[in-house]
């Protein structure tokens, strides 16, 4: 079993590296500056959950022996915390710029104008 995890392990943390790679190279060719902060946030999270995902191997492997309940709050706060926070980090502002303007823009087609910087605009 210990075998097991150690190898499911690996696959894990290998996706992960990959994962980043693509997001650097993908950022790196980006026309738009603006993907730069999502991406970088996206890497790091990628790192912590490598970090994340070793220890969990270990931990999976029975080699923690009595530390393992202090090894297990860290493996839980690398990954909810790091991976999973990053991520929810970096995506909310992209998110809630697009919720914004999508609510902004199905108003024109409800009421026939939109009020845009103080000024109400008719819909053309």
Known sequence: MPALVAS???AVAAALV???????????RALQPRVQPAATAYVAACIVGVAGVGLGAYLGSDHAGNLTARLRDVHETL????LV???VA?????SSRTTT???????VYENNSVTVWGRERARR
Request: cysteine-free; aromatic content about 10%.
């Open 90 to 94: 970096a995506t909310l502002p992209f």
């Open 79 to 82: 990954n909810l915390l790091g």
């Open 85 to 87: 926070g990053f991520v």
């Open 18 to 28: 990959a994962l980043a790679g693509l997001l650097i190279r993908t950022a790196s």
């Open 8 to 10: 499911g392990g690996v």
């Open 101 to 107: 303007a999508t609510i902004l823009f199905s108003s």
